[in-house]
Nanobody
């Protein structure tokens, strides 16, 4: 009923930048908090950042604060992650998630994207 589709990641040199997007589609009544997580090889999935429904409140993991910026376009049900000053430690599969209320229901459910690989290497 609902899909979260992430943009393609890629290979970036250290110090470089990359922008990811995550678009929600389907039988959507409303989209609440949206966020990004990542999972590096051999590690658990970790929180990166999230953004409130109206886009006014954001939270960042200390490891990315000042380098990553989350934003959203509610008219398009799309969220973005601008990643600057990328480091090899940022290499991971990045997943988006969102609290989505499906049309005809009243309780939001968390949906996840399929994940996109970001590799930072020279």
């Amino acid at each position: 009923q609902v899909q979260l589709v992430e943009s393609e990641g890629g290979l970036v040199q250290p110090g470089g930048s990359l922008r990811l997007s995550c678009a929600a589609s389907g039988s959507i009544f409303s989209v609440g908090v949206m966020g990004w997580y990542r999972q590096a090889p051999g590690k658990q999935r970790e929180f990166v950042t999230d953004i409130s429904t109206d886009g006014t409140t954001t939270t960042y993991a200390s490891s990315v604060k000042g380098r990553f910026t989350i934003s959203r376009d509610n008219a398009k049900n799309t969220m973005y992650l601008q990643m600057n000053s990328l480091e090899p430690e940022d290499t991971a599969v990045y997943y988006c998630n969102a609290d989505v209320t499906v049309t005809g229901t009243s309780i939001p459910v968390i949906y996840w994207g399929q994940g996109t690989q970001v590799t930072v290497s020279s």
